[in-house]
């Protein structure tokens, strides 16, 4: 089970990454002021929308690549991601950090990371990490 501190150590761990709260004060991770993961607590349409398969632990959002991506990861494991009727036709994934693990957490974050960071700065990145 992931953390809050999880996401933050990770987050921070990557290139120019800041943390700012967004507009409500929930935390948002940033590359180059360009959010990639933040706190997404649900808010009254969406658990309306949801139901009861709406999750009351808490709530990260992730940037992905694109729609295909966001697809594969809530076919593959729908206990973990999901998303709402706010987010149709966004590139980005809601996940319930209480069910993922850390190693999915790093790999998500990193991806997100990816997914906004600018090319060049993620060129250098994977270059040092290959």
């Known amino acids: ?37 933040w706190e997404r607590p649900l808010r009254r349409g969406e658990l309306d929308a949801l139901g009861d398969a709406a999750p009351d632990g808490p709530i990260l959002g992730a940037r992905v690549p694109d729609l295909g991506a966001k697809e594969a990861l809530i076919a593959d494991d729908p206990a973990v991601y ?19 693990d850390v190693d999915e957490l790093t790999e998500l974050v990193t991806e997100a990371w990816y997914a906004r960071a600018p090319k ?7 270059a040092e990490n290959a």
């Open 82 to 100: 999901f998303t709402t009727p706010h987010f149709d036709g966004y590139p980005a994934v809601l996940v319930r950090l209480d069910r993922i």
């Open 120 to 126: 060049r700065l993620a060129t250098a990145h994977r």
């Open 1 to 37: 089970m992931a953390t809050w501190e999880d996401v933050r150590r990770i987050a921070l761990g990557l290139p120019e990454t800041t943390e700012r709260p967004t507009y409500d004060e929930a935390p948002a991770w940033r590359v180059r002021d360009k959010s990639f993961v």
